[in-house]
């Protein structure tokens, strides 16, 4: 064995074969010369040695040899590493055509005579060396193809004109789950499509082979695990010169389970309420648009109800959210069973709303039934008071027993309006009206449209108002009756309404509540609130108050301990700076839940105002429980004394509970002289209305403070 | 090449066995310089060859007397020594053929023709 080295142009390693010195000498002369590395072997044993031990691009061999001839030394090189890519060429004598067949069945590349120009052997060298580095190119971009193909999730198949044989790339086995490429035939991926897409997707290969044009189809499959998968295939249909009008399939095949997969949640979500899993008004609206489509050819009717649980809002806060979602959950499928049997799939659902109806969950405390080609005797006031009665039959949350009402309101289709928006507008307006109503039932009448029409507008203002914070606080002072300092004030909500101004609470406060909407605006207050106290302790004095009100809904919806405490330390505000007004009305639902949160406030130093007290229905037992520091009498008392007696009695006896628990008073709404002397005399802490000030803005309270305080300590000093 | 064909005596004309067009093609490789090499390796390895030959005849070990004709065969041809080529042809057919009775006529005949291609092959390999 020798090696020999050249240097003119060409590159690679040819290993020369022959156990005839004179022709290995005469063979490696040439090809070292042309530039290849050469190396010899005197026959096939030497020749493996070399090549397991050399990386050889290129076999020169002889055909008969001792040892080993050149057709066994093919032979296992072949199946060695790297004997796949190797090129060999056989040296052959002119007339031995056995050999020449012998060869290319072992594996041979190419053939070259023997006893020709050994130049004309260098070309051959050199052919199948251009040969190699076309098929490694090829390779290469196979591979390239091939790992792309396998990130993209990507596969490509092509039939055989005569429709049985398929020859696909290693991700279609991946996808399918086969391992045996050659085991994956056309039949097989029909067995194994699913038996639902099969009809189709037969019908569009068909149409497509028929017309000779591209395809694009998507289909699902079961593959042998179990699982499902589904295939996107684009593909062409190429014709053959076959006399039968056979054709080639050629296709890309992906894998979009996961994308579908991800459609179908966004679509789900799309046209789904999250916590009912009920489909949304969006497409209850689309439902009732192809109902009126369908109805108006036919002349059918369609009832849209418009449902609410009475007083939700104030159940919800004492249970607590998760139950309340419980509870909405079970009143949507109580709903759903009172209706006709599914026929029907709402937009992007899954499950069997039938075209007869449909139950959607609106926004809050809000169901849509829709009712289409109302049943010849069946009113729609027969469904109203079904639905109903679904809802108030009773309700069993672990503990809790919960009797629940619902109100409805109707509008009809075609008397009511054409539009699908339309008819649920009018049905919730109808729902509107019946306002205060429990288990009432409304239907839509024309002079309900435009009150209902006001608050719709009101709630979609109040929504975007709350999202672009809207509000602001005013401020109005409470006087120290014994010598007319200022030492606290009222803080109170206000909407800069873009067109409309600004808009005291009394207009939307309690549609805020029923919307569900006061926790995030209660949250906003105290956060407003905090950083007023914070500014102000430094600039009025240390021990300057700002209260501020707190919804009874508050105390059921968030963690207001959690909130203040989140409040004060991002503005760097004093508990002791701030007081928290409740209303009595808060204690009607989760007393010891209210009275836990109020004495949490009270370990931090915050003040408790009980607020127009008087007006609600609280015990004086539990006046006691509550760890109160102030009793605010409610304005109404207080505009009445020196209007009658019992009024001026009434006053006084609240100051003189007041008193008898230690609690601080203050009366809301002075607004004349009188009321201020016999506040005074009898022994009122403090007054707040409008004859100390008016509610101010920020700016303008500052103002009116300096003034204020600078006149009376002027007023002391003369 | 008939088994008959093979056993026919090959003509020799003393001083001219090498073909010259294959010599002129092998002295325009590596400058002239391959040559003498190829004909020195030649030289060397026929003998080797040839006295395989007779003794595979004289043994009748047909098998030797066709891989070493095949061998003698292909190199003569290589360098231009047509007539030791053809004739080891003719034996390697015979030999397959197992018709080869005249084999130690033919062994003789390719000693001849070696002996007289020698001083052709010397002249090239002097300088």
Known sequence: MTDSRGTKGCTGTVLVVDDDPTIRLLVSSVLSDAGYTVLDANNGSEALELFAEKDVDCIVTDVNMPKMNGFELSTIVRVMPGGGRVQILFMTGNDDYDSIQKAFDAGANDFTLKHSNPLLLLERV????????????????????????????????????????????????????????????????????????????????????????????????????????????????????????????????????????????????????????????????????????????????????????????????????????????????????????????????????SPNFIVARAD?????????????????????????????????????????????????????????????????????????????????????????????????????????????????????????????????????????GLIGPGEFIQLVEEIGLIAPLGNRVIEMAAMQAAHWRRRFNQSFRLSFNISPLQ????????????????????????????????????????????NAFRERGLRIALDDFGTGFSSLSYLRRLPLDVLKIDRTFVSDIGVNQSAAALVNSILSMAHALGLSSVAEGVEQETQLHFLSANHCHEVQGYLVAKPMATADMEDWYDNWEGARLNSQIA | MSAAE??????????????????????????????????????????????????????????????????LKSASFSIGADGIGALCAAMESAARGRALSNGPELASQLESLYSSLLPELEAFLTP
């Open chain 1, 364 to 500: 809050g405390d809000k169901f849509l039934c829709v009712v289409s080609n109302l049943a010849a005797g069946e009113s729609a006031l027969t469904i109203a008071n079904r639905l109903q009665e679904a809802v108030a039959s009773p309700l069993n949350m672990g503990d809790t027993n919960l009797q629940l009402s619902a109100s409805v309101g109707v509008s009809l289709y075609p008397e009511d309006g054409s539009a699908a928006n339309t008819l649920i507008d009018n049905a919730l307006g109808a729902l509107l009206h019946t306002k205060g109503q429990k288990g009432a039932c409304q239907f839509f009448a024309d002079e309900i449209s435009s009150r209902a029409k006001q608050r719709m507008t009101l709630e979609t203002e109040l929504r975007h108002a709350i999202e672009s914070n809207q509000f602001e606080l005013h401020y109005q002072p409470r006087m120290r009756l014994t010598d007319n300092a200022v030492l606290s004030a009222e803080s109170l909500l206000r909407w800069r309404h873009p067109t409309r």
């Open chain 2, 6 to 71: 093979a056993t026919a005596p090959i003509a020799l004309t003393p001083g001219t066995q090498l073909n010259p067009k294959q010599i002129d093609m092998l002295k325009g490789l590596r400058n002239g310089t391959l040559l003498p090499q190829l004909l020195c390796t030649y030289r060397d390895d026929a003998k080797v060859q040839i006295d395989k030959i007779r003794a595979a005849i004289g043994s009748n070990d047909l098998p030797v007397v066709v891989s070493s004709t095949h061998s």
């Open chain 1, 555 to 598: 105390f059921g919806s968030v963690d207001l301990v959690a909130e203040i405490d989140k409040a004060v330390a991002l503005y760097g505000a004093h508990y002791a700076n701030l007081e928290a007004e409740i209303t009595e009305s808060a204690l009607m639902s989760r007393p010891d839940t209210v009275i836990t949160t109020l």
């Open chain 1, 126 to 353: 050199r052919f199948l060396f251009k040969s190699q580095r076309i098929q490694d190119e090829l390779r290469l971009s196979d591979q390239r193809l091939s790992y792309a193909q396998r990130l993209a999730l990507l596969g490509h198949w092509e039939r055989s004109p005569d429709g049985k044989t398929l020859a696909v790339s290693d991700v279609v086995c991946q996808m399918m789950g086969i391992d045996d490429p050659e085991a994956l035939t056309w039949d097989l991926l029909c067995e194994m499509t699913h038996p639902d897409d099969l009809t189709a997707m037969q019908a569009m290969m068909q149409r497509a082979i028929t017309q000779r044009t591209n395809f694009r189809l998507e289909h699902r499959i079961v593959t042998r695990r179990g699982g499902q998968r589904t295939l996107r295939h684009q593909g062409e249909i190429v014709s053959t010169n076959n006399i039968n009008g056979d054709v080639i399939i050629r296709s890309t095949v992906q894998d979009v389970t996961d994308a579908r997969a991800q459609e179908d949640r966004i679509r789900f979500m799309a046209f789904h309420d999250p916590v009912t899993a009920l489909p949304n008004r969006e497409a209850a609206t689309q439902t009732l648009k192809r109902a009126i489509d369908r109805s108006a050819e036919r002349h059918e009717h369609v009832a849209v109800f418009a449902l609410w649980l009475d007083d939700f809002n104030r159940i919800a806060s004492s249970l607590g959210q998760a139950v309340s979602d419980a509870v909405l959950k079970s009143m949507g499928n109580r709903l759903r069973s009172q209706m006709r049997n599914p026929e029907s799939h709402p937009p992007g659902s899954t499950d069997n709303d």
